[in-house]
């Protein structure tokens, strides 16, 4: 797929899009991003998305650049451009640039708007993830570009042929480097609640409904390393990923390597979800 | 000053220097930088710049786009095009430009050089800063572009018209959000020992070797938030502001915010060693 560009105001080929190195978002990794899954040509779990942008721009006191239904608009006319129906938007929002580098920033800089159109990812079942220790800061609930090390925690994993790298701290396995972390135990749905320590994704918010909606117990509390290994299923999620089963941990199976009944179902619970919106209910 | 820029091979106006907005430091904040002090045409303690250029690019596993000489003689071409000979050179290398992008990286990207001139800063004394909550990651001794923590440490500080933001961590003084932090207390000259918890900068390096050299007293050790309060002296540092003495801290005097003997005689000491390296001596 051609990928289709927005860069402040303009639409263009993504290969011709052009930033100044000045930008603050490429200096000093201020900004913030979503990545906007598209179905049947309309956004899915808009109003989430939405509020969560918002979120992120005002924790890091950055000015949003564009009125709610310009951005939805925005979202409009890439998937129009894109000629698909389905596919995922990336959105990155910048401070913006200024003559000269300083950490500070001033108040009148306008913001970089980018996003361009991607394909929705396919991936092959089974999926391994291996652990890795959670270098982050202590703000990872806002999703900014500050993605260092998450990027080399996921290096680590794409090194080993694993799918994603699942982030522990003291003990604890916060998520993944872009996914959310799930464990079923004795048909419990478990995955730690929302903190400074993870980014809560839309998928996640999905799942938790439709668990509650299907009655499926579910409980949010902290998930120790050595759990994983005792689980009875083991999942990520993520908007590109939807709820994916994970059947290796570092090099150990989960359950046998065996697939759970519990992802399954929720599988088609989600997929449904996303039938539901295509067709335009709920 | 006109800013003269280097990028990926090209000298242009920095007015004119372009990126792809797919390039990984503006994606995942993927990449490294300096801050290079130029006196006399020549860059200043470049053996020891160039050893922690290399230490941070290894440390993110980023490969080397340039030998060491052509390191230096791009110094040496951005300075003779800056019709200056003190200055500043901003370097910055980043992971390059990907066609999609992923957290994990290939092998073959080429990196992305970006560098530019500007002049060396000017501060009016007397200097206070504020304390804030340290937010960063667990590597900070890696001179990464993820430097949105720092960026909004610093923009407190700005709001407040004090020119730095001291990073407290578990009740400890690691650094300022771009700047290293000293105290002075009986005469003893004090500063956190390297870990990974700072960003061990060279004109603290220098401040140390000159410390040793002279026989001034000195420590390696933490120093906590409330002895700030208590000290003799407080001093920031970096290539940028050499040794500066902050007079007041929250808004509370140090020593009644009277700028203490000892800074001076260190102040002294290292413009005496930028005039050394002006002659060419040492």
């Given at each position: 797929m051609i990928s289709t560009a927005y860069l402040n105001g303009q639409f263009l080929p993504l290969s011709e899009a052009r930033i100044s190195p000045m930008d603050r978002g490429f200096l000093l990794a201020d900004g913030i991003y979503e990545m906007i899954p598209?179905?049947?040509?309309?956004?899915?779990?808009?109003?989430?998305?939405l509020a969560r942008l918002k979120r992120s721009m005002a924790a890091i006191d950055l000015k949003q650049?564009?009125?709610?239904?310009?951005?939805?608009?925005?979202?409009?006319?890439?998937t129009e451009r894109a000629y698909k129906t389905d596919l995922l938007i990336y959105l990155q929002i910048t401070r913006g640039t200024e003559p000269s580098r300083n950490h500070y920033?001033?108040?009148?800089?306008?913001?970089?708007?980018?996003?361009?159109?991607t394909d929705l990812p396919s991936y092959t079942l089974p999926l391994k993830v291996i652990t890795t220790p959670d270098m982050r800061w202590q703000r990872c609930d806002i999703k900014s570009i500050s993605l260092l090390p998450n990027a080399l925690a996921r290096?680590?994993?794409?090194?080993?042929?694993?799918?994603?790298?699942?982030?522990?701290?003291?003990?604890?396995?916060?998520?993944?480097?872009?996914?959310?972390?799930?464990?079923?135990?004795?048909?419990?749905?478990?995955?730690?609640?929302?903190?400074?320590?993870?980014?809560?994704g839309l998928s996640r918010e999905l799942v938790l409904e439709l668990a509650q909606i299907h009655q499926l117990?579910?409980?949010?509390?902290?998930?120790?390393?050595?759990?994983?290994?005792t689980a009875d299923e083991v999942w990520i999620t993520s908007v590109g990923r939807k709820v994916q089963p994970i059947t290796a941990v570092n090099g150990k199976l989960i359950k046998q390597g065996n697939?759970?009944?519990?992802?399954?179902q929720m599988m088609k619970l989600y997929d449904k979800a996303i039938e539901d919106h295509r067709h335009g209910r709920k």
């Open positions: 598209v179905y049947a040509g309309r956004p899915f779990r808009w109003p989430s998305q650049p564009m009125h709610d239904d310009e951005l939805l608009n925005l979202i409009k006319q890439l920033y001033q108040a009148d800089t306008q913001p970089t708007v980018f996003a361009y159109t290096h680590q994993a794409y090194l080993q042929g694993a799918t994603e790298a699942l982030l522990v701290r003291d003990g604890y396995v916060n998520e993944g480097s872009s996914s959310n972390i799930f464990i079923v135990k004795q048909e419990m749905i478990i995955t730690p609640a929302k903190s400074p320590a993870i980014l809560a117990p579910y409980q949010e509390r902290p998930i120790t390393e050595s759990e994983l290994y697939i759970g009944p519990i992802w399954q």
